[in-house]
């Protein structure tokens, strides 16, 4: 989903092509001193969902602001999504590795086709609406390997470079047999994995009413800690297109999709998130940096 002046100017290092090795014993933590930097990465999902949702990105990439952008490449709208993000390559790039295909009249499945992977899809050929459903029909873990091995090559056969994964509607690592393969591709591509490396994830205006989205992002800053803080974003744009979708996902799901994408939108580009972030001397920042300054090594699982 969602133009301010530049908050900051990083320089994106681009990192060795070593795989990761195997991630750390869960619940390992990292210890952060107080008189750390508080860090803030803004991710947005669901980029190449539709063309609403790209135009979103869009206008948050001309904010100016560090921004890590996860791509849905089972998505019809995916080479879209290539095409801006190749014109701004200080962006960071992750997969949004896609088990569910959650609207109403619009939906999407596997990249390997229907015929591959079988235990995946509904009656119609689409993925499940939500991961329980998907949990449901007792998915053969080794065609969520295959499919979710094909969206990480599809990405990297894009041109772009690819940073990190991260998980649509936390499916991928939802269940422990799902999470042991978004592990292991992980590894094996070299690529990292948010959520690993100890940051502390919030989406506090996901939520909340569109008009008071600014107001629960300005409260989130105030209240982040040193060390590595992620906030999880949808923008979009409020048109007819975003507009006629309905999620049927079982999990949060929200009415006015459109309206709340705009939301977002309008939110991150404010004048009034960008003076909170400056007030606060918080340092935007994106996993691509993260990544560089923490290494694939400092990897672990998160506890639960």
């Known amino acids: 989903m969602r133009a301010v002046p530049m908050l900051a100017a990083y320089s994106c290092v681009l990192l060795a092509g070593l795989p990761t090795p195997v991630v750390g014993q869960a619940g390992t933590t990292h210890r952060v001193s107080s008189s750390s930097p508080v860090y803030l990465i803004i991710r947005t999902d669901d980029a190449g969902m539709s063309h609403s949702v790209n135009m979103g990105l869009q206008r948050l990439i001309d904010a100016r602001l560090p921004i890590s952008v996860s ?28 088990l569910n295909s959650e609207w109403r009249n619009y939906r999407w499945g596997p990249v390997t086709g229907r015929e591959a992977v079988p235990t995946l899809v509904d009656s119609n050929g689409y993925f499940f609406q939500s991961a329980e459903a998907l949990h449901d029909n007792h ?74 989205k600014a107001d629960s992002l300005v409260a989130m800053i105030d209240r982040l ?41 309008d939110a991150l580009t404010s004048d009034r998130f960008a003076g909170a972030v400056k007030a606060r001397n918080v340092l935007l920042i994106t996993y691509r940096e993260l990544i560089t300054k923490q290494g694939l090594k400092a990897m672990r699982r998160p506890a639960g």
Request: net charge negative; glycine share 6%; with cysteine.
């Open 225 to 265: 800690k040193p060390g590595f803080n992620v906030v999880v974003t949808h923008v979009g744009i409020d048109d007819a297109e975003l507009g006629a979708l309905v999620d049927m996902n079982t999990d949060q799901p929200l009415p006015e999709m459109s309206k709340n994408r705009q939301g977002e939108l």
């Open 71 to 98: 791509v849905m490449f089972p998505c019809p709208w995916y080479q879209e999504t290539v095409e801006i993000l190749k014109r701004h390559p200080e962006v960071a790039v992750g997969i949004h590795l896609t």
């Open 139 to 212: 998915p053969d873990v080794r065609q969520i390997e295959k499919e979710l091995r094909a969206q990480i090559e599809r990405a990297r056969r894009s041109g772009l470079k690819i940073d990190y994964v991260d998980y649509h509607m936390g499916t991928a690592t939802r269940y422990a047999e799902f999470r042991e393969v978004a592990e292991r591709l992980a590894s094996e591509f070299g690529l990292g994995m948010s959520e690993y490396f100890g940051e502390t994830m919030d989406a506090p205006q996901y939520s909340a009413a569109p008009r008071q």
